[in-house]
């Protein structure tokens, strides 16, 4: 299917790797040009080099912190203005609500929810001005069914998602359609993370933890960064037009629910 972004501008965050890089590799591959962005300067340099090379799109690493107003300001510098935003962070560490102070609370929102907001801010208009746009913010399958020892995860995105139902309904007349993907368990650094501290909770090895996570899905199976990707770039695409307000779950049927 052609998507019919060729020759687009994208902004994908947190884009090194993982699912961030997944969603910039689907893109490049549908002809947008990009900016990307992640903390590390050489690992986000190669990846724009790899990204560039083999798609044969435009790709403009900048290396900054997105959830700062410092490392915003910086991404926001390069890309200009966008026709497509793709917003991601990583997520704050599991714990137990007993222990999570206000200001770890602060962080997560500011790191989950506020970032997110911000460069909606910042880049919606432009799109509503050209009539265009699309905007995926990468969120949790933990909206829809949260995940205790992810408390601040759960707290930061839910309130993330408040925002999006009701913003995106009054720029959508404007031809910009705003949804959320929500992951459940993909092969990334994050599952590897959360792998082993089941594992060590549990006094098993990490791929007997692994291996019980998958069990719980259906699939049998975690997703990848390229199954994400792919969902994100229709969720890009000119074919998305009447898509509004949504939050799809991507995480191989793991949440049992009809609706």
């Known amino acids: 299917m052609d998507l019919g972004i060729t020759g687009k501008r994208g902004l994908v965050c947190a884009a090194s790797k993982g699912l961030g890089r997944g969603c910039a590799e689907a893109l490049a591959a549908a002809g947008v040009n ?24 435009e790709v403009t690493p ?35 609500w007993q222990d999570w102070s206000r200001d770890d609370f602060i962080r997560a929102i500011d790191a989950n929810m506020l970032s997110a907001v911000a460069l909606m801010q910042a880049l919606v208009p432009g799109m509503m001005d050209r009539g265009w746009g699309r905007v995926v913010n990468i969120t949790s399958g933990s909206v829809r069914s949260p995940i205790s020892v992810l408390g601040l995860s759960n707290t930061a995105r839910t309130g993330l998602t408040g925002f999006v139902a009701g913003m995106s309904r009054q720029v959508a007349g404007k031809g910009v359609c705003v949804n959320n993907l929500l992951p459940g368990i993909h092969a990334t650094d994050r599952a590897d993370s959360l792998d082993g501290g089941v594992a060590t909770a549990k006094g098993i090895t990490v791929d007997q933890a692994r291996a019980q996570r998958q069990a719980t899905i259906p699939t049998g199976s975690y997703g990848t960064a390229a199954d994400f990707g792919a969902t994100c770039a229709f969720m890009c695409s000119q074919q998305a037009r009447f898509m509004v ?15």
């Open 62 to 96: 900048v290396a900054a912190d997105i959830t700062t107003a410092e490392g915003r300001a910086l991404v926001l510098e390069a890309v200009g203005h966008a026709d497509i935003l793709v917003t991601n962070a990583g997520g704050p560490p599991p714990g137990n």
């Open 34 to 57: 990009l900016v990307i962005n992640s903390r590390t300067e050489a690992e986000i340099t190669r990846t724009a080099h790899e990204i560039a090379e083999r798609h044969g799109v």
């Open 245 to 259: 307000g949504q939050n799809v779950l991507l995480d191989g049927g793991a949440l049992n629910v009809t609706i």
